[in-house]
């Protein structure tokens, strides 16, 4: 069902060799110098040689904005050739109103994610607890936020991400999901080869405590909590943003931390 | 010539439906002029600015349906300024000074304040239709005023439009009398809605046959909804989330079941894939499916899905199906017409996209298709020349590659061969958009074979003046022609000036015509607004006639310049 992803590759290849200018089209999070999503329009002339002003990929809404003067890249006259896809204002042409609902659309969850009817009965209690009551409009019309994209801050990195919670339906897609964007792009943050190595082996399970990283949320009140306690619906009500936290700064949850961690471990998964 | 009293005549006129055949009858005698004048009830206004309202009514004083259409084309892709134009107001307060009785309001393109749907509601008393797609400009105060106000009113549909969600109860303001409707169609709302005041109007609406929610109405609801109007034969899903598990997820079976009329379903707006199989009892009758806007339903679900929907017409899908996706499609569903193929992650590098090959599997298995959108990474001539010898319907025909300049991708060469194959083999076509590496080549073979095309749309294409000339003289029926970022000047716009008066309207942006020449074919064509949009500042300063034009958009008119334009848009 996948197109092999060496195409992909193929195509990347191409799309910079026919840009005719050196496009850094990298397609990944890094330090970005102008810092922020909507920095992606400038990216062709301001690259670092790592190749770091990057566009984070949820924010194709770049496109909307009207060319500025430093977008000049294309627009010379007739005929020349835009560098990148990105780059160019009302390209591809799919209407504003459809771009603007990209930004909600999710990446189909990787490896086909059927929810196994284990998962679904795991969170049986928390989607009941979806059911809008809380979630949306009551009749007297209570302001009730959608659960969208929630800020993700991970210790040690400046620049956070933010991740669409409706993308999810469970802890786990949520955890690979991030393990994606921090522990696969923390690789290129480091310089050396033995940095990255050590960076890779960091990238394990967030959630069953092998790794040196925890998930953790800042819920309504305030409070500071371990991901994966509450059924995920119940979660979606209370969360306001997440951060990976060093396993060492858990200190006060750490008894219950540790034992968690155990009984993780022993869960099939 | 007339033995007939003018009603017998006006009688006949009524089996004449099409507004051309309608416009030729006019020209006969001025007793038949006079007839059908005074009979003629539906208008069609493809450029609001090319008449006005007071010459309409003039016209056909008796028109009760009116289609509009504003902003050109490229507006979708915020190209056009957007204080550009296409205001209704005037349109509606020149329809209401003169009482006519308007009953049905279809624009496209516009801009519709509250203020225009507010006296839309007071001034026509037997209003029943409103369609908007792609309009801007109102908020849910506007609704609100329509839905209280249209006593009679059949169809509120939205399409696509950016509305201000002021968080009011516009669906309470259908009064409790009010059980005409047919149709309802809000999606493109953002905000909440009263789920209460939502149910209360379906469950009054005996009529209703197509709903179509925005994400803020949750399954139970629709759950609710269902078991209400079983008879709906067109449902726009919006959010469908819940625990399979649950008492309220097989009460949506069963309500489901009961839907023996549902035809056409769109929306899920919000979808968590495990609920699918909900759906899975109508998917043999479905004859339309729209999962364009639906977020993150992996290629398997999605397959499963439309192996079911084997009576399928219509299908709009994101390119998450993948090349194996659309081998199902085509493997199930033979009865396919219209495909469109939106990208999920138009600048990604294409993870879950689809090539040429998805569409070659298409064209094999689909022989009816003739409508096509296809967002796709890459494509070849040889994937042409197939699809065009399997599919020669193709009516419409909407290629787009990503990469915009990119050449066949198996043999680097410039994809002119593969687009004159389908301009060859699909005599019928009327609309046709190209992309990808192509010179002026392609536009010969348009020019030659492309008898029956209305509409081009062309972007980074081409090598000279000879491209756009191939099309203006060999395309006898084109009607709108837009054209971006092309190698095309003076010359091309100039040689034939009289053609303009023949088409709609022409788009030219970041091409090479100069205002000079610009302004050479509005002195020319009276009879033509030639539009010149400026954005950048600093054009005002240097008003050089060698100077390019950033964007120029000319129609035909008998209304002569407009008055409405803002600043950086000139009419020369």
């Known amino acids: 069902m996948e197109p092999p992803p060496a195409r992909g590759r193929d195509v990347a290849a191409s799309k910079r060799e026919s840009a005719g200018e050196e496009a850094e089209l990298e397609l990944g999070l890094g330090l970005s110098v102008g810092g922020g999503e909507r920095t992606g329009a400038k990216r062709g002339a301001r690259a670092e040689p790592r190749g770091r002003i990057l566009t984070a990929r949820d924010f194709p809404s770049s496109v909307g904005t009207k060319r500025t003067a430093d977008e000049s890249v294309s627009q010379e006259g007739g005929g020349g050739s835009p560098t990148s896809g990105s780059q160019v204002v009302g390209w591809p042409p799919i209407r504003a109103y459809r771009m603007n609902s990209l930004v909600n659309l999710a990446k189909a969850p990787r490896a086909e994610d059927d929810l196994s009817p284990n998962e679904k009965g795991k969170s049986k209690d928390g989607l009941e607890d979806k059911t809008r009551a809380g979630g949306k409009a009551d009749v007297d019309g209570r302001e009730q936020k959608h659960i969208g994209f929630v800020k993700v801050n991970m210790d040690g990195i400046p620049i956070g991400r933010k991740v669409d919670l409706n993308a999810h339906a469970c802890y786990e897609t ?43 949320y800042e819920d309504k009140e305030g409070d500071w909590m371990l991901i994966g306690d509450v059924p995920w619906g119940m979660f979606l009500t209370a969360v306001k943003r997440l951060r990976i936290m060093r396993t060492s700064e858990v200190n006060g949850i750490a008894p219950r931390f540790q034992q968690r961690s155990e009984r993780q471990m022993r869960k099939p998964i | 010539m007339n033995y007939f009293p003018d009603e017998v005549i006006e009688h006949v006129f009524d089996f004449v439906t099409s507004n051309k055949d309608r416009n030729t009858i006019s020209l006969v005698c001025k007793s038949w002029y006079r007839i ?37 084309h490229f507006a979708d ?59 801007e400009g109102f908020t849910t105060d506007g609704l609100a005023a329509i839905a209280a106000n249209c006593r009679f009113l059949r169809e509120l549909d939205l399409q696509e439009n950016e509305v201000e969600d002021h968080r009011g109860q516009w669906l309470n303001c259908f009064p409790e009398s009010c059980t005409s409707l047919v149709s309802l169609n809000f999606a493109c709302l953002k905000g909440d809605i009263n789920l209460a005041a939502l149910e209360r109007l379906v469950a009054r609406s005996p009529n209703l046959k197509s709903l179509k929610l925005s994400r803020a109405v949750p399954l139970d609801t629709l759950q609710k909804i269902l078991v209400r109007a079983p008879q709906l034969v067109d449902l726009g899903v919006g959010s469908f989330v819940h625990d399979p598990e649950s008492e309220t997820y097989s009460k949506l079976l069963t309500a489901i079941e009961k839907c023996k009329s549902m035809r056409s379903l769109s929306g899920f707006l919000e979808v968590a894939a495990y609920c699918l199989p909900a759906i899975y009892p109508i998917c043999s009758s479905l004859t339309s499916l ?56 138009p600048y990604g590098v294409g993870n879950a996209a689809v090539t040429e090959e998805g569409l070659v599997a298409i064209s094999k298995g689909c022989p009816k298709l003739n409508s096509l959108l296809y967002f796709c990474q890459q494509m070849t001539n040889a994937a042409l020349q197939t699809v065009a010898q399997n599919c020669p319907n193709f009516i419409r025909f909407r290629l787009c590659i990503l990469d915009p300049t990119k050449p066949d991708s ?66 006898k029926k084109i009607r709108k022609l837009e054209i971006r970022d092309c190698p095309f000047g003076n010359i091309a716009l100039l040689t034939d000036v009289g053609k303009y008066e023949t088409m709609r309207s022409l788009w030219m942006s970041s091409c090479d015509v100069t205002l000079g020449g610009c302004k050479t074919l509005a002195k020319k064509m009276p009879r033509l607004n030639v539009e010149i949009i400026n954005e950048n500042e600093e054009m005002e300063e240097c008003i050089d006639d060698r100077q390019k034009v950033e964007k120029m958009y000319l129609y035909r008119t008998l209304v002569g310049p407009r008055k409405d334009a803002p600043e950086h848009v000139w009419t020369l």
């Not at chain 1, 696969?184 to 943050?189: G, H, P, S, V, Y």
């Not at chain 2, 206004?45 to 050109?72: D, H, M, Q, W």
């Not at chain 2, 199906?321 to 219209?338: M, N, P, R, Y």
């Not at chain 2, 392609?442 to 062309?458: N, P, W, Y």
């Open chain 2, 410 to 475: 198996s043999t680097d060469q410039p994809l002119d061969e593969g687009f004159g194959a389908i301009v060859q083999s699909c005599k019928g076509l009327r609309r046709l958009s190209l992309s990808g590496l192509l010179t002026d080549q392609v536009f010969s073979f348009i020019g030659k074979f492309a008898e029956q095309l209305e509409m081009l749309s062309i972007a980074f294409a081409g090598n000279s003046d000879k491209g756009m000339l191939y099309v203006l003289t060999g395309c």
């Open chain 2, 36 to 72: 059908e004048k005074f009979s003629r009830q539906r208008v069609f206004i493809g450029n609001c600015y090319a008449i006005s309202p007071e010459r309409l009514i003039g016209r056909f004083p008796g028109v009760k349906s009116l289609t509009l259409k504003g902003k050109p």
């Open chain 1, 174 to 216: 949520l955890a690979q999901a991030l393990e994606d964007m921090f522990f696969r792009q923390a690789k290129t943050i480091d310089l050396t080869g033995a940095e990255e190595n050590r960076q890779v082996k960091k990238s394990s399970k967030l959630l069953n405590g092998c790794s040196e990283f925890v998930l953790t």
């Open chain 2, 77 to 135: 892709f915020n190209l056009v300024p957007h204080d550009w134009g296409g205001f209704v107001y005037p349109w509606i307060e020149a329809l209401a000074r003169s009482r006519v009785n308007l009953e049905e309001l279809r624009m496209k393109r516009m801009v519709v304040t509250d203020d225009a749907l507010e006296l839309i509601s007071r001034a026509f008393v037997n209003f029943k239709t409103l369609v908007l797609v792609s309009c």
């Open chain 2, 290 to 345: 729209n999962l364009s806007y639906a977020p993150g339903i992996p290629g398997s679900e999605l397959t499963k899905l439309i192996r079911q929907c084997r009576k399928l017409q219509r299908l709009w899908i994101l390119d998450c199906i993948g090349d194996k996706g659309l081998g199902v499609v085509a493997s199930s569903c033979k009865d396919l017409q219209e495909l469109r193929v939106f990208p999920s992650d």
